[in-house]
């Protein structure tokens, strides 16, 4: 399957200058929306989270933080994965995946449906 390349040309803008968007994109039926990041952003702070926790952790942290000195290093113009700070998931009618907190989400590009720009905002 391949990509949208409009999406794409954002996904790239996003990795190579820190291009921020809000959107929303459709996925098998459910709604994910959020703001994109570059791969290198994504990888750095899911790095963080880890950087205060055991063995095992620090490892996990070591292993992202090379993921992100990798991204920002590639030269492919191949985008393949979107990443997007403070999404959230919407299946149906019903509230928000997770619904409260700021989460990172990475998705694969040929998975997507389609996309709108903007993000959905929940009544309160």
């Given amino acids: 399957m391949s990509n949208d390349d409009v999406l794409s040309m954002y996904v790239k803008a996003a990795n190579k200058h ?8 459709n996925i098998n039926g459910a709604l994910v929306t959020g703001t994109t990041i570059s791969a290198q952003s994504y990888f750095d702070k899911i790095s963080e989270s ?7 952790a620090q490892s996990l ?5 090379s993921a992100s000195e990798t991204a920002e290093k590639s030269s492919s113009d191949e985008a393949r994965f ?3 700070k403070e999404a959230q998931v919407y299946c149906g ?3 928000p ?7 990172l989400w990475r998705g694969k590009l ?6 709108f720009l903007g993000t959905i905002a929940k009544d309160k």
């Fill in 82 to 84: 979107i990443h997007l």
């Fill in 50 to 56: 880890f950087e205060d926790g055991n063995d095992v």
């Fill in 110 to 115: 040929s998975e997507v449906d389609g996309f």
């Fill in 61 to 65: 942290s070591d292993q992202l933080k």
């Fill in 93 to 95: 009618d019903s509230n």
């Fill in 18 to 25: 820190d291009f921020n968007l809000a959107i929303t994109l």
């Fill in 97 to 103: 995946t997770p619904s409260k907190g700021k989460f």
